[in-house]
Protein backbone atom coordinates (compact mmCIF):
# COMPACT_ATOMS: atom_id res chain seq x y z
CA UNK A 1 0.00 0.00 0.00
CA UNK A 2 2.77 2.61 0.47
CA UNK A 3 3.54 2.87 -2.80
CA UNK A 4 0.49 2.92 -4.09
CA UNK A 5 -0.46 5.50 -1.71
CA UNK A 6 3.05 7.45 -2.46
CA UNK A 7 2.29 7.10 -6.01
CA UNK A 8 -1.77 8.60 -5.71
CA UNK A 9 -0.40 11.33 -3.44
CA UNK A 10 2.27 12.14 -6.03
CA UNK A 11 1.90 11.06 -9.10
CA UNK A 12 5.27 12.88 -10.97
CA UNK A 13 7.13 10.32 -9.10
CA UNK A 14 9.46 8.21 -11.23
CA UNK A 15 10.47 4.34 -10.59
CA UNK A 16 14.23 5.80 -8.96
CA UNK A 17 12.12 8.00 -6.92
CA UNK A 18 10.07 5.72 -5.26
CA UNK A 19 12.60 3.52 -4.65
CA UNK A 20 14.84 6.20 -2.66
CA UNK A 21 11.39 6.06 -0.77
CA UNK A 22 11.37 2.63 -0.15
CA UNK A 23 14.91 2.61 0.81
CA UNK A 24 14.24 5.66 3.35
CA UNK A 25 11.36 4.51 4.65
CA UNK A 26 13.43 1.50 5.83
CA UNK A 27 15.71 4.09 7.24
CA UNK A 28 18.66 2.66 5.43
CA UNK A 29 21.86 5.87 5.60
CA UNK A 30 22.98 7.76 2.73
CA UNK A 31 25.97 6.07 2.54
CA UNK A 32 24.36 2.52 2.95
CA UNK A 33 21.77 3.67 -0.16
CA UNK A 34 24.82 4.86 -1.99
CA UNK A 35 26.39 1.37 -2.10
CA UNK A 36 22.85 -0.44 -2.92
CA UNK A 37 22.82 1.92 -6.10
CA UNK A 38 26.11 1.87 -6.91
CA UNK A 39 25.80 6.04 -7.05
CA UNK A 40 28.13 8.00 -5.00
CA UNK A 41 27.18 9.85 -1.76
CA UNK A 42 26.92 13.22 -3.42
CA UNK A 43 24.85 11.21 -5.97
CA UNK A 44 22.15 10.37 -3.24
CA UNK A 45 22.18 13.46 -1.50
CA UNK A 46 21.32 15.55 -5.16
CA UNK A 47 18.23 12.29 -5.35
CA UNK A 48 17.35 13.13 -2.09
CA UNK A 49 16.94 16.85 -2.81
CA UNK A 50 15.36 16.75 -5.57
CA UNK A 51 12.84 14.17 -4.09
CA UNK A 52 12.13 16.51 -1.35
CA UNK A 53 10.76 19.09 -3.81
CA UNK A 54 8.64 16.77 -5.61
CA UNK A 55 7.12 16.10 -2.49
CA UNK A 56 7.52 19.68 -1.14
CA UNK A 57 8.78 19.25 2.69
CA UNK A 58 10.03 22.38 4.51
CA UNK A 59 14.37 22.09 4.46
CA UNK A 60 13.43 21.54 8.58
CA UNK A 61 11.58 18.60 8.07
CA UNK A 62 13.44 15.26 8.33
CA UNK A 63 12.92 13.19 4.75
CA UNK A 64 12.92 9.51 6.72
CA UNK A 65 10.35 10.59 9.37
CA UNK A 66 8.00 12.27 6.78
CA UNK A 67 8.34 8.80 4.58
CA UNK A 68 8.21 6.52 7.69
CA UNK A 69 5.03 8.31 9.05
CA UNK A 70 3.42 8.12 5.09
Do not use: H, W
Amino acid sequence: NFFRNLKTAYPDLTPVDLRLCALLRLNYSTKEIAKMQNLSIRGVEAARYRLRKKIDIEENEDLVSFMISF
